[in-house]
């Protein structure tokens, strides 16, 4: 069930590509930089988007391979 659920958001990756590193680069430096100045409540958030965009990013390099 979840090897069918990578294989649908590799898909999606490889219509997307070329989206997703930048969401993940500036996500990711969103949430450390308000992890910096103590702003808590906006680096959960930014850091979530960034989790999401590498899951999707290593799903779509990963998915050839569950074939």
Same mark, same amino acid.
Request: net charge positive.
């Given at each position: 069930?979840? /090897?069918?659920l +990578?294989?649908?958001?590799?898909?999606?990756?490889?219509w997307?590509?070329?989206?997703?590193?930048? !969401?993940?680069?500036?996500?990711?430096v969103?949430? /450390?930089?308000? +992890?910096i100045?103590?702003?808590?409540?906006s680096?959960?958030?930014?850091?979530?988007?960034?989790? !999401?965009s590498?899951?999707?990013?290593?799903?779509? /390099?990963?998915?050839?391979?569950?074939?």
């Amino acid at each position: 069930m979840f /090897i069918e659920l +990578m294989k649908g958001i590799g898909i999606f990756y490889y219509w997307t590509w070329f989206l997703w590193p930048f !969401i993940f680069v500036f996500a990711l430096v969103h949430a /450390i930089s308000s +992890m910096i100045k103590d702003e808590k409540a906006s680096s959960k958030n930014s850091s979530i988007v960034a989790s !999401i965009s590498l899951l999707i990013i290593l799903a779509g /390099i990963v998915s050839p391979a569950f074939n």
